[in-house]
């Protein structure tokens, strides 16, 4: 029997190694001069003048809005087709999630549900650009609230030209091992306001400070950041072969009874995820593709409105997406005989 395709892997190798051989041999393991550099070359990259590296991007969301000084009381809206830890850097900072609905053919927050939904607390907008598509950003950043980007699945996508990560007044990155780049852990705020980044730097580590205000140890190790140096410089290879993949995917499955990924217009997407939408329950999908030997998944695990015990008809978008949305393996290192499996299983499976 084949062997099982999974979901994600991580693209690493020999260049990792050395570089993480050599801080272990240096002797200097936490946080010193590759984070440093490491922040330099990010922030040089989305195009912002500053990067601080932090231990996850759940860390990165909650100093990036604590550096915009969002605290008790405050909403922060965020799309409810999202992952847990938009809520968690919400809570953290004594805020309220303020849930938002999402385009059922992007995923990305719904603007018109956002000016419906907004109220006089509503302070910051937390803007996921899921699976490395851009989210609406200029119809957004319109209401006049300030946006914090989550770039967890979207480093090296473009819109008009522009990195995202670079629109809003903050953007958090996340490094996880299943990341468009890999770290193990490890994420980073990127700003270009001097103060976020300062606030956010301070905030970063207790130890050694005039006073006793709250902070976290929320830093990233030298050992992550060498890995994440490499990793960057791959990033544009990663991205391009992403993109291959995907425009594979999109031929062999033009003709399946299934709706691919969205174009959007002036976008250079990163394809962190792979989704289709499929003509039935995503959860039989996913079951049968895993029984044929593919990482298939429901590319979030559950919706936030259902965590929060809200109707779930206050959600249709969320609601369609979490039903039909079944994400297929697409990473750098799949290889073509994989990247066929998983074409005639999901076809067999689909005409099936």
Known sequence: MSAFIPHSRPTLGEEEARAAAEVVLSGQIAQGPQVARFEEELAS???????????????????????????????????????AALVQAVWSVGAI??????????????????????????????LVHMFGFPAEMEDISRMGLPVVEDCAMAIGARLRGRHLGSFGLASAFSFYATKMMATG???????????????????????????????FNFKMTDLQAALGRVQLKKLERFLARRREIAALYDAALSEARVELPPRIPDAEP??????????RDAKDAVDALRAGGIGAARPVFRPLHR??????????????????????????????????????????????
């Open 270 to 279: 990163a394809y962190y995820r792979y989704v289709v939408r499929v003509d």
């Open 185 to 215: 852990e490890g994420g980073m705020v990127a700003t270009d306001d001097p103060e976020v980044a300062r606030t956010a730097r301070d905030l970063r580590e207790y130890d050694m400070k005039e006073d006793l205000r709250p902070r």
């Open 45 to 83: 990259y989305i195009g912002v003048g500053y990067g601080v590296a932090v231990s996850s991007g759940t860390a990165a969301l909650t100093l990036a809005l604590r550096a915009l000084g969002v605290g008790e009381g405050d909403e922060v809206a965020v799309p409810s087709y999202a992952c």
């Open 307 to 352: 965590y929060l015990g809200l109707p779930p008809e206050d959600f249709p978008g969320t609601d369609e997406m979490y039903r039909r949305a079944v994400s297929l393996p697409i990473y750098p290192s799949l290889t073509g005989e994989e990247m066929c499996r998983v074409i005639r299983e999901v076809q067999a499976i689909l005409e099936g």
């Open 97 to 126: 999630p303020l849930l938002v609905d999402v385009d059922p053919r992007t995923g990305n927050m719904d603007p018109d549900d956002l000016r419906r939904r907004a109220t006089p607390k509503t302070r910051t907008v937390m």
